[in-house]
């Protein structure tokens, strides 16, 4: 073999030398940037399912966990507890959510509800950043279709009654 590469001049050597590593190297940047481009699509898709659900500026995803039913989600930022919360009353209505307001000074809580969907809100502090804690469940929390729908301006209501109730849904 080393008989046959004296026959041929340097030059050649060095160009087929050179045409392989670039033809392997652009191999591996098509399927690096494929792979980036699938990446970034599943990225979006993913954002997309949130997509009335605003997150506050400055503030990053640390942690996720998901199911078929739910998901949640907590990230990390620097603001005030107070300024979330207002971000938070003001933004989750503009996306056409109904709020429950449990806040107070020292910590956030909204139960969030829209057709079909729930959202859980939860902002404390933890070591000196703002913890959010967002779980999002795709059925309303209380649309279990065995607990029948209670009016909040009614009289009191006994365990019986709504047993009744229940069992009158299954017949």
């Known amino acids: 073999m080393f008989g046959f590469f004296r026959f041929i001049p340097s030059r050649s050597i060095f160009f087929v030398y050179f045409v392989i590593v670039l033809t392997s190297s652009s191999c591996n940047k098509q399927q690096d940037t ?6 970034h699509f599943l990225e979006t898709l993913e954002k997309a399912k949130r997509v009335d659900i605003p997150i506050p500026l400055g503030f990053f995803l640390a942690h996720k966990e998901d ?10 930022g620097s603001l005030n507890i107070n300024l979330v919360q207002d971000f938070y009353r003001k933004e989750m209505e ?3 959510w109904d709020i ?3 806040s107070n000074d020292h910590e956030g809580m909204f139960f969030c509800e829209k057709t079909g969907r729930s959202c859980v809100i939860s902002i404390t502090t933890h070591r000196k950043k703002t913890l959010l804690r967002l779980f999002i469940k795709n059925n309303s929390f ?11 301006d009614s009289q009191t209501i006994s365990l019986s009654d709504l047993t009744k109730d229940t069992h009158a849904t299954r017949l």
């Open 67 to 76: 199911s078929s039913q739910a998901e949640a989600l907590t990230y990390h």
């Open 142 to 152: 209380t649309d279990l279709g065995k607990i029948p729908n209670i009016v909040h």
């Open 100 to 102: 429950v307001d449990f």
């Open 94 to 96: 503009r996306e056409g």
């Open 34 to 39: 494929h792979l980036a481009s699938q990446q």
